[in-house]
């Protein structure tokens, strides 16, 4: 699986899987799932590295935010629901309108790059730390890519599940810690 993204990234066209009955698009979602979950968290590791060796301070994280402003159900539900389909909708739903037009690649490339920028407002202080941003926001980028690839081949509603899937998993141990603190 690795290497059909691979070969779209180097060269994305908009030709999704025809024929293919819905076990093997489980198949591919559970792959692709697995790879995005594993690059979000390796970046994130090496975002953590460098931002300690640097002795970066980017201020509180935009989750840490909503745990304080709001329940955790409703932090799941935003997280998990409401963000996946706008997100998706907002920056994978149009890719169809360059479906047939030489310029497909360079909507598929900006709409991985906007995503991931538009995740710099997690970032507190993201402001005083531009020069990081391609490091700050290379697992959003990365799933972007991803999300981009699930869109073409599968459909919108596959990169929705996706994406959803994607920030369940992500979120679930700050959800768990968010619970078991708050029944300590």
């Not at 070969?7 to 790879?35: A, D, G, R």
């Not at 497909?104 to 490339?109: I, S, V």
């Not at 890519?145 to 919108?156: D, I, N, P, Q, S």
Request: net charge positive; aromatic share 16%; hydrophobic share 55%.
């Amino acid at each position: 699986m690795i290497n059909a993204v691979w070969n779209f990234v180097k060269n994305p066209i908009y030709l999704p899987y025809s024929e293919i009955t819905l076990q093997e698009k489980k198949s591919i979602f559970i792959k692709l799932l697995i790879l995005n979950i594993s690059f979000s968290f390796g970046l994130g590791l090496l975002l953590g590295i460098v931002t300690s060796f640097l002795e970066v301070d980017l201020g509180n994280h935009g989750l840490d935010e909503l745990f304080k402003k709001y329940n955790l159900y409703l932090v799941f539900l935003l997280a998990v629901i409401v963000a996946p389909i706008l997100e998706e909708l907002l920056f994978r739903g149009p890719l169809l309108l360059f479906k047939n037009s030489k310029f497909f690649k360079y909507a598929f490339y900006a709409s991985a790059l906007l995503f991931g920028a538009i995740h710099l407002t997690n970032f507190e202080s993201y402001a005083n730390f531009l020069w990081l941003a391609p490091i700050l926001v290379a697992p959003q980028t990365v799933a972007g890519v991803f999300l981009g690839f699930a869109r073409v081949k599968l459909g919108l509603l596959w990169s929705i599940l996706l994406h959803a899937c994607h920030n369940g998993i992500l979120l679930t141990p700050f959800l768990l810690s968010n619970l078991i603190g708050a029944t300590l």
